[in-house]
């Protein structure tokens, strides 16, 4: 088995914008507010953003926000990147808007959200990531969960890079965590290998 | 983008429950005479009219006779009772710290909106793995994979890999979905359901089918079972994006096709060892195009191809099990379950695309599935 480490997380719950430990933003606004303040101070770059339902708008946000910090330090995603994302209440937030529009006319780009692995596909469309993408629901954040997943989405070679994350939202709740993880290079140093307690750190 | 080389993992015990029967013998020989589970949906508050595989009001109930499975809702009990099955026919003690539940769906308790109950833990799809897993006594968290169409193939490429690392030496994967308004509404919004029955790969396809159902295998790295089960490997399985489009399939297939080329290379085979693929085939005009395209890159387009679509509806979150697990009792018993609705060629590669069942003996089989966000996935089995 590789050694791997973590090489870098973005966290938004609460108000707060957390990168790497450090909080950049801090705000009392409510969740669409807030990102809205998210997306123009860290110049998220979307096509559609509107048109992203709110659980891929948080997930895609945070996402981006990560790999843009790793650019800058010439850390760059290739096509074999993966992809693993967990939430515990799945697209229940774009369900029930779902579920609403029935009554009137159901709405087709709505339905499209109510499945958890479209922010997946929102990531790797804007990125070009060909890699695994899996979408779990637990209950909570669980490192145990991670480092078995990612351990095994490593397993076979093919894969590169791995992005992985939380992104859980219900009415003004809302909890993202994303972290990207890749190989130690043979002999080589890290001050974040892949462990319960690094997960710890960024997942609680 | 799955699992590494992979060997010494068996499935020792499957079963399906759907409108065609209540365990995999009677749905395979229901599908082997023809059968269908399609029906005409008449539900006075659709404003459509469209087939679909559905237990009748009550069938799904009237099934077993226990006081848990009653408290269960529809989509619970989908899971619950080919569990039953397998745990029964294998033997294999749910209570073992070594052994793991896997549960693939999509929408899981969804119906239960149309009865009032918004709230999250009524809807939890991890709320209903709890519930199964501990009436079973199993001591470990529930994995819940919702990962659009491939979560019945997701879910087995996870047990596959949870076995292979060590960790478990049993994961019992079951999936299932059920058909509501819900989805109806959905798919009826996008303009993907059939006006009858679904033509997989044929000239006039012109949508999909919606079916329920469950479905569960047991998979270890014991190859014994019990009952003289017929046991097949898992040689391999991956898992690929398009990151091309939210809700339309790669242009290319480029992208199916690499799941299945590295399918094969985990499974150290080629595609002239494949005899048949069980293809995802959901009677769209550009999924079957889209596989049309992966199976000629992958060189698969010779080999004996089949979708069950028209058999069992698109069971969604269940058809990845649900499909593997009659692709498997095609390899066991020598016969190639013929295309259900197909006629005449329509996609722009021509496939190997067989109405009729074909009897002869086969040793390995790839199943595919893409879904919604653009993810493919592919997974091989092989006769012990």
Known sequence: MDDLQIRGYCKLIGGKLIQDGICLLESDAPFAAFLDQV???????????????????????????????????????????????????????TDLRFDKSIQSMASPSLFVYT???ILLAEICIKNGLKGENTFLVAEKPDPELYLLQIQRIFRDQTTHICIAGWAEILDENYDCSVFLIDRIKAGAKSSTPLNISSLNKILS | MGVGRMSGIYIIADSILSPLGINTD?????????????????????????????????????ILDDPFFATLTRFEKLLYYPIRNVLEDSQIDPRSSRTLFVIATTKGNIELLEEGIRDQKSLSLYNSACKISSHFQNPNKPIVVSNACISGISAQIIACGLIDSGRF??????????????????????????????????????????????????????????????????????????????????????EMSM???????????????????????????????MESKALNNSKLDKSHIHSLKAYFGHTLGCAGLLESIIAVNCLQNEVFIG????????????????????RKPFKNCIKTMAGFGGCNAAIGFSKS
Do not use: W
Request: hydrophobic residues 35%; aromatic residues 8%.
């Open chain 1, 39 to 93: 997306v123009k101070q860290f110049s998220v770059q979307h096509p559609r953003f509107g048109k992203l339902d709110r659980l891929a708008q948080l997930a895609y946000a945070c996402t981006e926000i990560l790999i843009n910090k790793l650019k800058s330090q010439n850390i760059n995603l290739t096509e074999e990147t993966s992809l693993l994302f967990m939430n515990a209440s799945s697209s229940l937030d």
């Open chain 1, 115 to 117: 499945l958890p692995n």
């Open chain 2, 26 to 62: 009677e749905n395979f020989v229901r599908i082997l005479k023809g059968e269908s589970g399609l029906k005409s949906i008449s539900r006075s508050n659709f404003d459509f009219d469209v087939y679909a595989s559905y237990f009748e009001t009550g069938a799904l109930e009237g």
């Open chain 2, 169 to 254: 030496d049993t994961v019992i994967v079951v999936g299932a979905d059920t058909v509501n308004a819900f989805v109806l509404e959905g798919f009826n919004a996008l303009k993907a359901l059939s006006p009858g029955h679904c033509k997989p790969f044929d000239r006039d396809r012109d949508g999909i089918n919606l079916g329920e159902a469950g479905a569960a295998m047991v998979i270890s790295n014991q190859s014994q079972t019990n009952k003289g089960f017929k046991v097949t490997s898992i040689i391999g399985g991956a898992i690929t994006n398009d990151a091309n489009h939210i809700s339309g399939p790669s242009r290319t297939g480029l």
């Open chain 2, 259 to 289: 799941a299945i080329d590295q399918t094969l290379k985990q499974a150290g085979i080629v595609s002239s060892d494949i005899d048949f693929i069980s293809a995802h085939g959901t009677g769209t005009v550009f999924n079957d195009e």
């Open chain 2, 339 to 358: 295309s259900r609705g197909y006629s005449n060629p329509g996609t722009s590669f021509e496939l190997n695309i067989s109405s009729e069942h074909i």
